[in-house]
């Protein structure tokens, strides 16, 4: 069956470190999303892609990177992580530009000691 | 820039019951909605949606209400069950296309 995956599900590291968070979706969807949720707020936007070589930056996306080389992931990167950052993380994808359903993958829990 | 924000952040329902969930939103330009369920330690799960051309629509045990002169979308869950015990949220897609998430509102059900 498609589906989304992030991988690591959970992940500790240390203040100033370089933090990769992957997410691999086989639904052949065009775009993809990176969000994260912390107690108070809604899933605040980091990033999103419509398409391969599109990125675009969200609500939230300072000290964080994306890049898009194939359809099927969209990785997100922390340049250099803060304990701001300690969060979870959930990617998303859907079919068309923006207007579509968002289906979720498990998310990914990140503390940043 | 818009914001989603719930009524309540809890509720209890006796299992049996009909739960209704409650949301505001503040952009009136907002033209398509989505109730996500949210298990613990899972990703949320799309329930149900609603565009704004529409008052109402019904899946199954689930019927969302848009009210667009007070900006308010409601959730109904009928004969609540224990695996409806979850948090649950709703989304609206505002300016640029993109979705906006409330808080979300924690639903347990009472055996």
Redesign the interface.
Known sequence: DAEITQSPRHKITETGRQVTLACHQTWNHNNMFW?RQDL??????IH?SYGVQDTNK??VSDGYSVSRSNTEDLPLTLESAASSQTSVY?C?SSLT???D???????TRLTVL | GESVGLHLPTLSVQEGDNSIINCAYSNSASDYFIWYKQESGKGPQFIIDIRSNMDKRQGQRVTVLLNKTVKHLSLQIAATQPGDSAVYFCAERGTGNQFYFGTGTSLTVIP
């Open positions: 969000y108070g707020h809604g899933l605040r936007l999103y969200g609500e959930f998303a530009g923006g207007s359903t968002q289906y979720f993958g498990p998310g």
